[in-house]
Each structure stands twice: as C-alpha cells, then as structure tokens.
C-alpha cells in the first residue's frame, strides 16, 4: 500500500471523453484530490486556473497533446492515458513531449503504482521513466509483436538503460 500513501492527498486532473474511465480513475484514485473533465475547453480551463500535482490525460477525443503542453508550462507531471492512440509511436511522442508516463488503458487498473513511480523518480531527482521499460516492456511485446522495438532502437535502448 505505498503508493497509496504516496498519493495520499495529491492534487489530480483527470482527463477523458468517457465518463466510465472517469469514474473507474476516480475509484481507483480515492485517497487523492481529484477533478475531472471530459473536454479539451473544460481540462484547459482547469490547469490554467487551479494547481495541480499530477494529470492524467486522454489523447484521443479530449486533445491530450495540446493539454501536455499547458501541464509542462506549469510542471504538472503528466500521465498520457489511452486506448485508441496506442502505439509505439505514441509512446515514443509522449516522452519527446515532455510526458512522464504512456500508460494504456487496460492497465489502469495499476494506475497507483504508476502515480508512485512518477512521484518517487520527482522525490529523488530520477528521470520519469526511470522503471517505465522495466514495467511495460512486456505489454509492449504482446500488443505490438516481438520486433516493437526495431523502429526506434535507440530511443528504446535508452529507455532500458534508465531502469537498469
């Protein structure tokens, strides 16, 4: 139960065009302060005006990358979350973007873990995706196939090599 308590009171945005993600995020996120939105225009309005620790952003239907942007100019630490844009280019664009996690959505369901280990790398000055790799690596072998990497080998060299 660590992360939970890592998380323990921690401003979230989350962000999603579907409102039963909303909700399983939010039941899975109790112990922190959570807002929600459900559209660019609301999300934008919510990171331009409050503070926040963490967002969580939907790529698809709510423009996640767009919002990345307003999260960085203000040192949110962003989590992109999706099903429809998944992919290792996706991947690869989040971190070039500056997001400190991809996560797809049939793994919310270790969405705590996640949040700790994006508050953990803060806490010790580690990069963001310093265990990503280590986590997701084999997700990535089943979903996209066992030569996922072959397309940017570099950038996934490096991103094993933080978590080593």
């Known amino acids: 139960m660590m992360g939970k308590n890592l998380l323990q009171?921690?401003?979230?945005?989350?962000?999603?065009?579907?409102?039963?993600?909303?909700?399983?995020?939010?039941?899975?996120?109790?112990?922190?302060?959570l807002s929600r939105a459900s559209t660019f225009?609301?999300?934008?309005?919510?990171?331009e005006n409050q503070d926040f620790d963490i967002a969580i952003?939907?790529?698809?239907?709510?423009?996640?990358?767009?919002?990345?942007?307003?999260a960085r100019k203000k040192n949110i630490i962003?989590?992109?979350?999706?099903?429809?844009?998944?992919?290792?280019?996706?991947i690869v664009k989040a971190r070039q973007e500056?997001?400190?996690?991809?996560l797809p959505k049939e793994e919310m369901k270790?969405?705590?873990e996640h949040l700790s280990?994006?508050?953990e790398a803060k806490e010790k000055g580690k990069d963001y995706w310093w265990c990503w790799y280590e986590k997701m690596s084999n997700f990535c072998g089943?979903?996209?196939?066992?030569?996922?990497?072959d397309k940017d080998r570099e950038f996934w060299e490096a991103l094993r090599k933080l978590s080593l």
């Open 9 to 33: 009171g921690k401003r979230i945005l989350l962000v999603d065009d579907e409102s039963d993600v909303l909700d399983a995020l939010q039941e899975e996120l109790d112990m922190a302060h």
């Open 41 to 47: 225009e609301e999300a934008k309005l919510l990171l």
């Open 57 to 70: 952003l939907d790529i698809m239907g709510v423009n996640g990358y767009e919002l990345l942007k307003i």
């Open 78 to 90: 962003s989590l992109m979350l999706t099903a429809h844009a998944l992919s290792t280019d996706n």
């Open 98 to 102: 500056g997001a400190a996690s991809f």
């Open 110 to 112: 270790n969405i705590t």
């Open 117 to 119: 280990d994006l508050l």
């Open 142 to 149: 089943d979903k996209f196939g066992p030569n996922w990497q």
